[in-house]
Protein backbone atom coordinates (compact mmCIF):
# COMPACT_ATOMS: atom_id res chain seq x y z
CA UNK A 1 0.00 0.00 0.00
CA UNK A 2 1.04 3.73 -0.15
CA UNK A 3 3.27 4.79 2.75
CA UNK A 4 3.64 8.56 1.38
CA UNK A 5 1.72 10.49 -0.64
CA UNK A 6 2.52 13.73 -2.39
CA UNK A 7 -0.87 16.47 -2.43
CA UNK A 8 0.13 19.81 -4.32
CA UNK A 9 -1.90 22.72 -3.44
CA UNK A 10 -2.77 26.32 -4.31
CA UNK A 11 -5.07 27.39 -2.13
CA UNK A 12 -8.07 27.15 -4.30
CA UNK A 13 -10.97 25.64 -3.26
CA UNK A 14 -10.39 22.77 -5.56
CA UNK A 15 -7.37 22.33 -4.24
CA UNK A 16 -8.50 22.58 -0.84
CA UNK A 17 -10.90 19.54 -1.82
CA UNK A 18 -8.26 17.13 -2.67
CA UNK A 19 -5.85 18.25 0.48
CA UNK A 20 -8.89 17.30 2.42
CA UNK A 21 -9.29 13.60 0.74
CA UNK A 22 -5.50 13.28 0.45
CA UNK A 23 -5.68 13.47 4.40
CA UNK A 24 -8.36 11.05 4.88
CA UNK A 25 -7.10 8.26 2.90
CA UNK A 26 -3.64 8.90 4.81
CA UNK A 27 -5.61 8.53 8.10
CA UNK A 28 -7.19 5.43 6.99
CA UNK A 29 -3.75 3.82 5.30
CA UNK A 30 -1.08 5.14 7.95
CA UNK A 31 0.36 7.17 5.46
CA UNK A 32 2.36 9.96 5.48
CA UNK A 33 1.54 13.28 3.51
CA UNK A 34 3.68 16.03 2.07
CA UNK A 35 2.21 19.21 0.53
CA UNK A 36 3.52 21.27 -2.14
CA UNK A 37 3.04 24.73 -2.89
CA UNK A 38 4.77 26.13 -6.75
CA UNK A 39 5.32 29.46 -6.97
CA UNK A 40 6.52 31.20 -9.70
CA UNK A 41 10.28 32.36 -9.70
CA UNK A 42 10.86 36.47 -9.72
CA UNK A 43 10.65 37.18 -13.62
CA UNK A 44 12.23 40.66 -14.47
CA UNK A 45 9.85 43.05 -15.96
CA UNK A 46 9.64 44.02 -19.25
CA UNK A 47 10.99 47.38 -20.52
CA UNK A 48 7.40 47.94 -21.06
CA UNK A 49 6.41 47.67 -17.66
CA UNK A 50 8.71 50.34 -16.34
CA UNK A 51 6.32 52.43 -13.88
CA UNK A 52 6.32 48.83 -12.02
CA UNK A 53 9.59 47.35 -13.21
CA UNK A 54 11.42 47.71 -9.71
CA UNK A 55 8.20 46.70 -7.23
CA UNK A 56 10.33 43.97 -5.90
CA UNK A 57 14.06 42.93 -6.07
CA UNK A 58 14.69 39.28 -6.58
CA UNK A 59 15.01 38.98 -2.82
CA UNK A 60 12.32 40.78 -1.98
CA UNK A 61 10.00 38.76 -4.29
CA UNK A 62 11.44 35.77 -3.16
CA UNK A 63 9.85 36.48 0.46
CA UNK A 64 6.65 37.61 -0.20
CA UNK A 65 5.69 34.19 -2.23
CA UNK A 66 7.54 32.05 0.47
CA UNK A 67 5.20 34.03 2.86
CA UNK A 68 2.35 33.12 0.46
CA UNK A 69 3.13 29.63 0.32
CA UNK A 70 3.39 29.59 3.88
CA UNK A 71 0.30 30.75 4.44
CA UNK A 72 -1.17 27.88 1.95
CA UNK A 73 0.37 25.04 3.56
CA UNK A 74 -0.10 26.11 7.07
CA UNK A 75 -3.82 25.62 6.48
CA UNK A 76 -2.74 22.11 5.39
CA UNK A 77 -0.84 21.37 8.01
CA UNK A 78 -3.73 22.44 10.64
CA UNK A 79 -5.75 20.03 8.82
CA UNK A 80 -3.02 17.38 8.87
CA UNK A 81 -2.84 17.92 12.87
CA UNK A 82 -6.53 17.29 12.83
CA UNK A 83 -6.75 14.39 10.89
CA UNK A 84 -3.74 12.97 12.88
CA UNK A 85 -1.75 12.46 9.97
CA UNK A 86 2.33 13.25 9.87
CA UNK A 87 2.84 16.00 7.07
CA UNK A 88 6.07 17.33 5.39
CA UNK A 89 5.69 21.08 3.26
CA UNK A 90 7.66 21.46 1.08
CA UNK A 91 7.94 25.06 -1.08
CA UNK A 92 9.59 24.83 -4.53
CA UNK A 93 10.18 27.83 -6.90
CA UNK A 94 9.62 26.89 -10.44
CA UNK A 95 8.13 28.23 -13.95
CA UNK A 96 6.63 24.52 -14.62
CA UNK A 97 4.72 23.49 -11.73
CA UNK A 98 4.14 20.21 -13.30
CA UNK A 99 8.14 19.48 -12.83
CA UNK A 100 8.71 20.60 -9.55
CA UNK A 101 5.24 18.25 -8.52
CA UNK A 102 7.68 15.10 -10.39
CA UNK A 103 10.81 16.64 -8.84
CA UNK A 104 9.34 16.78 -5.62
CA UNK A 105 7.67 13.68 -5.24
CA UNK A 106 10.79 12.03 -6.26
CA UNK A 107 13.23 13.91 -4.16
CA UNK A 108 10.66 13.22 -1.00
CA UNK A 109 10.16 9.20 -1.80
CA UNK A 110 6.64 9.62 -2.57
CA UNK A 111 4.62 6.61 -3.67
CA UNK A 112 1.40 8.47 -4.70
CA UNK A 113 0.71 12.05 -6.07
CA UNK A 114 -2.98 13.03 -5.36
CA UNK A 115 -3.83 16.45 -7.29
CA UNK A 116 -6.68 18.27 -7.89
CA UNK A 117 -8.28 18.65 -11.71
CA UNK A 118 -10.50 21.71 -12.75
CA UNK A 119 -11.17 19.26 -15.84
CA UNK A 120 -10.76 21.98 -18.44
CA UNK A 121 -11.89 20.25 -21.94
CA UNK A 122 -11.86 22.24 -25.55
CA UNK A 123 -10.28 25.31 -26.12
CA UNK A 124 -9.72 26.08 -22.26
CA UNK A 125 -7.67 22.97 -21.86
CA UNK A 126 -5.19 23.70 -24.70
CA UNK A 127 -4.55 27.22 -24.16
CA UNK A 128 -4.43 27.13 -20.59
CA UNK A 129 -3.13 23.50 -20.47
CA UNK A 130 -3.29 21.22 -17.31
CA UNK A 131 -0.79 20.74 -15.32
CA UNK A 132 -2.71 17.34 -13.80
CA UNK A 133 -2.55 16.32 -17.31
CA UNK A 134 1.11 16.94 -18.15
CA UNK A 135 2.16 14.91 -14.13
CA UNK A 136 -0.10 11.97 -16.09
CA UNK A 137 1.82 12.29 -18.99
CA UNK A 138 5.50 12.72 -17.47
CA UNK A 139 5.07 10.92 -14.08
CA UNK A 140 6.28 7.26 -13.47
CA UNK A 141 4.71 7.75 -9.84
CA UNK A 142 1.26 6.70 -9.79
CA UNK A 143 -1.27 9.65 -9.69
CA UNK A 144 -4.65 9.75 -7.73
CA UNK A 145 -6.73 12.47 -9.70
CA UNK A 146 -9.33 14.66 -7.29
CA UNK A 147 -12.26 16.08 -9.20
Known sequence: MF?????PTDGSKLSTEAVQSTLVLASEIGAEVVA?????????????????????????????????????????????????????????????????IIRAAKAQHCDLIVMASHGRRGMAGMILGSETQKVLTHCKIPVLVHR
Not at 3 to 7: E, I, N, P, S, W
Not at 68 to 81: H, T
Not at 85 to 92: A, G, S, Y
Open 3 to 7: KKLLV
Open 36 to 100: LNVQPPFQPPIVAEVPAAYLYSPDEYEKVVRESARKVLDQVQAMAAEHKVTCHCVIELDPSPYEA
